[in-house]
């Protein structure tokens, strides 16, 4: 087997072999090129800064969304030339922390103000990436924007506990506060009074002028008894069904725009509405 000199001497002129170099600086760069696609495409924010004067050396386009900046704009700046003050104040005295505590991925969910983008949700993982000498050369944030998540979390926990009709709590958010008040009443030696209310002849409305009349009606009895209630736990339970939920110790207002519910037995305004002339005839008053 017959090996080639690396380097060959012809004339006055050496030649040398550099294949395997080339090879070897061919393959990093394509290593290269492949960290920079990954690291571009990834779908969470992440941030590379200096550890010693915080400057930001790397942002990819997921962090370019979250903070409504070019890279142009992040690139060699600190938190300060980015984010309003007092964000930046927090995120400094996060630094601090971070290049002084033992290496560790810290996490945190915290809300993050932007210039150009609003006020975001965000959980964070953070980790100094040390030197050889174990000093800390660079800051690495992987940073998750879960705002949206959360708020249709919200959304949907919201929807489970209310009436999709009226907006007032449901039969489920009925019993789960029926039961803390029984029990908070009976701790403190109390009395609970609960208020079933129905509408007598609702029937008859759907039937004559239509459920969406009906929807209505129950819409404009739900605002009502919104504000007589004031502050007392009201809730829908379903069809033409109300509960008033009042500890021993509540107090009507007198002075309150929508009257106490004593009040309200002596309204003479009809339930349907002004705009409905007709339903005036058939809905009940205030009974």
């Known amino acids: 087997m017959s090996v080639?000199?690396?380097?060959?001497?012809?004339g006055n002129s050496v030649l040398e072999d550099i294949t395997d170099r080339k090879f070897a600086e061919d393959a990093l760069r394509q290593t290269q090129v492949f960290l920079d696609t990954i690291i571009e495409h990834t779908p969470w924010p992440i941030v590379v800064r200096d550890a010693h004067d915080?400057?930001?050396?790397?942002?990819?386009?997921a962090a370019e969304e979250l903070f409504g900046l070019i890279r142009d704009k992040i690139i060699g700046k600190t938190a300060y030339g980015i984010l309003p003050i007092e964000m930046a104040k927090m995120i400094a005295g996060h630094d601090k922390e971070l290049t002084k505590s033992a290496?560790?991925?810290?996490?945190s969910e915290n809300l993050l103000m932007t210039l150009s983008n609003g006020t975001r949700l965000v959980t964070m993982k953070r980790i100094a990436i040390r030197a050889i000498n174990g000093m800390p050369k660079y800051l690495l944030d992987v940073i998750e924007d879960i705002t949206e998540r959360k708020e249709?979390?919200?959304?949907?926990?919201y929807m489970a506990s209310h009436d999709a009709l009226t907006d007032l709590p449901n039969r489920a958010a009925f019993e789960k506060y029926l039961a803390l008040a029984v029990a908070n009443a009976a701790d403190a030696h109390q009395r609970v009074a609960v208020l079933c209310m129905d509408l007598d002849r609702f029937k008859e409305v759907n039937d004559v002028f239509g459920r969406s009349i009906g929807d209505?009606?129950?819409k404009e009895v739900a605002n009502r008894l919104r504000i007589a209630a004031e502050d007392t736990f009201l809730t829908r339970l379903g069809g033409d069904e109300f509960m008033l939920v009042v500890a021993a110790d509540a107090q009507p207002n007198p002075e309150s725009s929508g009257s106490s519910p004593s009040r309200c037995r002596h309204r003479r305004t009809p339930c349907g509405g002004a705009r409905t002339t007709d339903l005036r005839k058939h809905c009940q008053r205030w009974e």
């Open 103 to 107: 290496p560790k991925v810290f996490f």
């Open 54 to 61: 915080y400057r930001y050396l790397l942002v990819n386009r």
């Open 4 to 10: 080639w000199p690396t380097r060959l001497l012809i």
């Open 152 to 157: 249709a979390r919200s959304k949907i926990a």
């Open 216 to 218: 209505a009606l129950l």
